[in-house]
């Protein structure tokens, strides 16, 4: 029987089964170190937020809106889990090219010139969108267990999760969230709902470039109830806004654009629970 464990103001906690799982949501990372140290928290000992992103991420320059501290888990009794947070997500992200810049720059070149002179002051090339292929992190407290991988084509049953069925708990976090210097949007959000016959999360990157990209990068898990695995799915849409006709009312959408823009690629994994 699911059942709510704990809430306070940042943190819910959940129980279904044999998982436990949390949803944590914090404020946005700040600009300068948190314990005020001009030059930064000491690489060894405990750091904090800012210090960590900057020491652990190659990037040049980070969303404007990062929640450091943000982060759905979920965990088995046999000490497997999988997480999702924004650190490992940015991870993700390529630091060593910028594979929109000529396509933005030919579009604004005209009509948008500080959009285009904020892609051409970029001093270390970088996907400044922050697209990421994160698909969440696994992770095992026990040393002797963890996720069997493999893939499968096996696919999740979408009709059974539309059948109506009384949801025990749900929630949703935005991990992090960027304006692209008012020029679009770009943001990786991520959802969960529980039900009696098991949990789906959705984790969700949403890109629009205005007058040039749209993009949805979307990991999509599935547990059945008595079951030993869990489906992950990633998919990847994308459509250049030159090739397409859509009214700005679904652009601004990533559930209507979602219905309309077919996909790149599909993968899905089966991840294996390891025996008790």
Same mark, same amino acid.
């Given at each position: 029987?699911?059942?709510?464990?704990?809430?306070?103001?940042?943190?819910?906690?959940?129980?279904?089964?044999?998982?436990?799982?949390?949803?944590?949501?914090?404020?946005?990372?700040?600009?300068?170190?948190?314990?005020?140290?001009?030059?930064?928290?000491?690489?060894?000992?405990?750091?904090?937020?800012?210090?960590?992103?900057?020491?652990?991420?190659?990037?040049?320059?980070?969303?404007?809106?990062?929640?450091?501290?943000?982060?759905?888990?979920?965990?088995?009794?046999?000490?497997?889990?999988?997480?999702?947070?924004?650190?490992? *997500?940015? %991870?993700?992200?390529? $630091? =060593?090219?910028?594979? #929109? +810049?000529?396509?933005? *720059?030919? %579009?604004?070149?005209? $009509? =948008?010139?500080?959009? #285009? +002179?904020?892609?051409?002051?970029?001093?270390?090339?970088?996907?400044?969108?922050?697209?990421?292929?994160?698909?969440?992190?696994?992770?095992?407290?026990?040393?002797?267990?963890?996720?069997?991988?493999?893939?499968?084509?096996?696919?999740?049953?979408?009709?059974?999760?539309?059948?109506?069925?009384?949801?025990?708990?749900?929630?949703?976090?935005?991990?992090?969230?960027?304006?692209?210097?008012?020029?679009?949007?770009?943001?990786?959000?991520?959802?969960?709902?529980?039900?009696?016959?098991?949990?789906?999360?959705?984790?969700?990157?949403?890109?629009?470039?205005?007058?040039?990209?749209?993009?949805?990068?979307?990991?999509?898990?599935?547990?059945?109830?008595?079951?030993?695995?869990?489906?992950?799915?990633?998919?990847?849409?994308?459509?250049?806004?030159?090739?397409?006709?859509?009214?700005?009312?679904?652009?601004?959408?990533?559930?209507?654009?979602?219905?309309?823009?077919?996909?790149?690629?599909?993968?899905?994994?089966?991840?294996?629970?390891?025996?008790?």
């Amino acid at each position: 029987m699911a059942h709510l464990k704990n809430q306070r103001s940042q943190t819910q906690e959940f129980e279904a089964g044999p998982w436990r799982i949390a949803m944590k949501k914090s404020h946005i990372l700040k600009s300068e170190c948190e314990k005020s140290l001009a030059a930064g928290c000491p690489s060894q000992g405990e750091m904090c937020s800012v210090c960590r992103y900057r020491h652990e991420l190659k990037l040049p320059d980070l969303p404007e809106m990062v929640f450091p501290d943000s982060e759905l888990s979920l965990q088995h009794e046999t000490g497997v889990g999988i997480r999702f947070v924004a650190l490992d *997500a940015l %991870k993700c992200v390529d $630091t =060593r090219s910028d594979p #929109l +810049k000529v396509a933005v *720059a030919k %579009k604004w070149e005209s $009509t =948008r010139a500080e959009g #285009l +002179k904020m892609v051409k002051e970029v001093i270390k090339p970088f996907d400044w969108t922050f697209t990421t292929t994160y698909n969440g992190t696994l992770f095992s407290t026990n040393k002797d267990s963890s996720f069997k991988v493999e893939e499968t084509s096996e696919r999740i049953d979408y009709e059974r999760l539309k059948q109506q069925e009384k949801i025990f708990f749900y929630d949703e976090a935005i991990l992090y969230e960027d304006e692209l210097a008012d020029n679009g949007t770009s943001v990786l959000s991520v959802k969960i709902r529980v039900m009696a016959s098991g949990f789906f999360i959705l984790l969700r990157f949403f890109l629009r470039v205005d007058g040039v990209v749209v993009r949805l990068f979307d990991t999509r898990i599935h547990h059945q109830a008595g079951t030993d695995f869990l489906l992950r799915e990633y998919s990847t849409k994308e459509a250049k806004l030159s090739e397409i006709s859509l009214p700005t009312s679904i652009l601004t959408d990533p559930n209507q654009l979602n219905e309309r823009l077919p996909a790149t690629q599909v993968c899905t994994q089966k991840l294996v629970i390891p025996a008790t």
